[in-house]
C-alpha cells in the first residue's frame, strides 16, 4: 500500500513538470551523437582525397599561343617525342574508324592540273555537265546531228559526238603547235579569263578575255601596227638585227583561232574567215556549226566545262611544242623558216645561234 502511493505521488510530479525538461536531455544526446559521426565521415573523405591528391601526378594544361595557335609548353613529365609516338599510335588506332573520302571533284585541278587528250573519257564530260544544251524553242536545227534527245524540254547533248570531236581538235591544234604556229585562245565570258590564259600559256601561245577589236585581221596594220614583233630560231630564242626590216612587214596573224565562246565572238570569226584562219569553237544547241571549222559540240555555259577543254587544248599543244623541241636538238626544223633579206649582227649571231645559221619565224612579243 505503501508503494503504491508513492509511485502514484511521483508520477503525478513528473506529470506536472514541463514536456521540454524531461524530453530536452533525451533530444540533446541523439544530437550530439549525429554530428560526431558526421564529423568523423568528413574526416576520412578529407583523408581519402588528400591522399589521392598525393598519388596521382599534377598536370599542366599547355598553353595556346594567339599567334601561332600553337602550344606553347608540354606537360612535365612527356617529352616531345613522348608526344609525338602518342600522336601516331593514336592516329594507327583510330584510321579504320570513320568513313573513306572519295575521290571528289576539286575545281582548282582544271587550272593546276588540267587532262590531257588520252584522258578524256564520256564519265569526266558528264561530270563537267557537257551534255547539257537549250531548252528544244532555242535550238538551231544545224545541230540535230549533236543533239543526243530531249529531257523536260532541254536538249541533250550526246557525249559520243562530244569526245569524237574533240579528240579532233586536239589533233589540230597539237599539228599546229608541232610545225611553229601562232594559236590564239579566245574566252571573254566572266569566269573563262583564267582557263584562257593557262591554255595561252602551255601552248605558247596568245590569249585574249577581253572584247575582240573589230578589224584586228582585216585591218591589223592600223590597229596593231604598233607592236613589237622579234624574230626567234627553232628554240624559240631571239635573235637581233632585223628590227628595220620588221618594221614594212605585215601585221602577224593567227594561225589558230581558238574560241571557248561563238556567239560573242562572230565579228571575229567572220574575220578568220575572210583570211583563210581555221577555227575551233564550242558549239552549244543555239549556234550555228558552220561558224568554225572544227566545233566542239558542249555547253558552253559550264564554267567546268569550259575549262575542262580549254586545258585538254592546252595539253594538246604542249606535246605538240614538246615534238618540235626534240626534233629541233636532232637537227630537223618542223616548219619553214621566214626568209628575211638583212642579217644579224655578228655578236647578236654568236651569241644565241652559236655562230651557225639557224631558221628563223616571227612571232609576236
Not at 119 to 132: G, K, R, V
Amino acid at each position: 500500500m505503501i508503494i503504491r502511493k508513492a509511485l502514484i505521488r511521483q508520477g503525478c510530479r513528473i506529470a506536472i513538470l514541463p514536456t521540454k525538461s524531461w524530453t530536452r536531455p533525451l533530444a540533446t544526446e541523439v544530437h550530439i551523437e549525429g554530428i560526431a559521426g558526421s564529423l568523423d565521415n568528413s574526416t576520412r573523405q578529407t583523408r581519402s582525397i588528400e591522399q589521392e591528391a598525393q598519388e596521382t601526378t599534377e598536370q599542366i594544361v599547355p598553353q595556346i599561343d594567339p599567334r601561332t595557335h600553337s602550344t606553347r609548353k608540354l606537360t612535365q613529365d612527356r617529352t616531345a617525342v613522348e608526344e609525338y609516338l602518342r600522336f601516331k599510335r593514336n592516329k594507327k588506332l583510330t584510321r579504320p574508324l570513320g568513313s573513306t573520302i572519295a575521290p571528289h571533284y576539286q575545281p582548282h585541278t582544271l587550272l593546276t592540273h588540267p587532262p590531257s587528250p588520252k584522258d578524256i573519257t564520256l564519265p569526266l564530260l558528264l561530270a563537267s555537265q557537257s551534255h547539257l544544251g537549250h531548252k528544244t524553242s532555242h535550238w538551231n536545227p544545224a545541230n540535230s546531228r549533236y543533239i543526243f534527245g530531249i529531257r523536260q524540254g532541254i536538249h541533250i547533248i550526246s557525249l559520243d559526238a562530244t569526245a569524237a570531236h574533240l579528240r579532233r581538235a586536239c589533233r589540230v591544234v597539237s599539228g599546229v603547235a608541232e610545225r611553229g604556229g601562232l594559236i590564239l585562245f579566245v574566252g571573254n565570258r566572266p569566269g573563262q579569263d583564267r582557263c584562257v590564259v593557262r591554255a595561252a600559256e602551255l601552248a605558247r601561245g596568245c590569249h585574249l578575255f577581253d572584247r575582240w577589236t573589230p578589224g584586228s585581221i582585216t585591218n591589223g596594220h592600223q590597229i596593231l601596227g604598233m607592236c613589237r614583233t622579234k624574230v626567234v630560231d627553232e628554240f624559240d630564242r631571239e635573235i637581233k638585227g632585223y628590227e628595220e626590216e620588221l618594221r614594212d612587214r605585215p601585221v602577224l596573224k593567227p594561225d589558230l583561232v581558238v574560241c571557248l565562246n561563238p556567239m560573242e565572238n562572230y565579228v571575229l570569226l567572220h574575220e578568220c574567215s575572210l583570211n583563210a584562219i581555221p577555227t575551233i569553237g564550242i558549239i552549244d544547241t543555239d549556234a550555228n556549226p558552220t561558224w568554225v571549222t572544227y566545233p566542239i559540240p558542249a555547253n558552253d555555259d559550264s564554267l567546268r566545262c569550259v575549262q575542262l577543254i580549254a586545258g585538254v587544248l592546252g595539253r594538246a599543244g604542249q606535246e605538240g611544242q614538246v615534238v618540235r623541241t626534240e626534233k629541233a636538238q636532232e637537227g630537223n626544223v618542223t616548219y619553214t623558216p621566214t626568209k628575211l633579206v638583212g642579217q644579224p649582227t655578228e655578236g647578236a649571231r654568236g651569241e644565241k645561234t652559236g655562230g651557225n645559221r639557224a631558221a628563223v619565224h616571227s612571232s609576236p612579243s
